[in-house]
C-alpha cells in the first residue's frame, strides 16, 4: 500500500504517552502559561474522544490532534479577546513626511522578523526574546505571536479573534515598542 493511501486509525489507549509532551510543547510555544497549555492539551483529548467517529483516517494521529489543539488555541484566545472588550483603537503611527497617517500593512516594518531570524541562533538571545514576548499583555502577545512567529494572515487572525485589522495593527505597534524596550534593558545594555 503506498503511503498516500494509507489508512491511518485512532488508538486514543496511547494518546497520553505517545502524544502529550509534544502536544504541551506546541501549546506552551503559543499560550506562554503552563497551566493553560496542560488545559488546552486536556480539551484537546476530550474533543478528540468525543469526534473520534469523525476521524478518516487520511492523517497521522499526531497530525489530527494537533489540527484539534490549533483549534483550542484559537478558541481561548478568541474567550480572552471577547472578555477584555471589543474597543476598536485608532492611532497615527506618523505624524509627518509621506507615511503621515494609519499603519497599513504594506508599510509595517519589516526589520524586527528578519532580524530576530537571522539573530535567533544565539540561544541566550532567543531565550532573552522569549521571556520579553511572556512580559507582554496577553492580548499584545497572543496577536503578536501568531502574526510574527506563527505567520498567520492579518485577516484570519481577525476573523477568529473578533477585532479589526486597525486594531491588530495598533496592538502589533504596541507590542513591538514594548519589545523593543524590554530587549535594550534586558539585552542590549548588558
Not at 22 to 49: C, H, M, P, W
Not at 101 to 123: A, D, F, H, L
Amino acid at each position: 500500500m503506498s503511503q498516500e493511501s494509507e489508512i491511518h486509525i485512532l488508538n486514543p489507549d496511547t494518546w497520553i504517552d505517545k502524544y502529550s509532551d509534544y502536544l504541551y510543547n506546541y501549546a506552551i510555544a503559543r499560550v506562554s502559561n503552563g497551566d493553560v497549555a496542560k488545559d488546552l492539551v486536556q480539551e484537546t483529548f476530550f474533543a478528540g474522544l468525543r469526534s473520534a467517529k469523525n476521524f478518516q483516517g487520511k492523517s497521522t494521529e499526531r497530525t489530527w490532534l494537533v489540527s484539534i489543539l490549533k483549534r483550542k488555541i484559537i478558541d481561548y484566545y478568541r474567550k480572552i479577546n471577547s472578555k477584555k472588550g471589543q474597543a476598536e483603537v485608532r492611532m497615527d503611527f506618523y505624524e509627518d513626511g509621506e507615511n503621515e497617517g494609519k499603519w497599513i500593512e504594506e508599510r509595517v516594518p519589516q526589520s524586527w522578523k528578519n532580524e530576530t531570524e537571522k539573530n535567533i541562533e544565539n540561544e541566550e538571545l532567543k531565550d532573552q526574546i522569549d521571556i520579553c514576548i511572556g512580559n507582554l499583555p496577553e492580548k499584545y502577545a497572543m496577536v503578536f505571536t501568531m502574526k510574527t512567529i506563527q505567520g498567520f494572515e492579518t485577516e484570519e487572525i481577525c476573523k477568529e479573534l473578533n477585532i479589526t485589522s486597525s486594531n491588530l495593527w495598533v496592538i502589533i505597534h504596541r507590542a513591538r515598542a514594548q519589545l523593543r524596550n524590554c530587549m535594550e534593558k534586558n539585552w542590549f545594555n548588558k
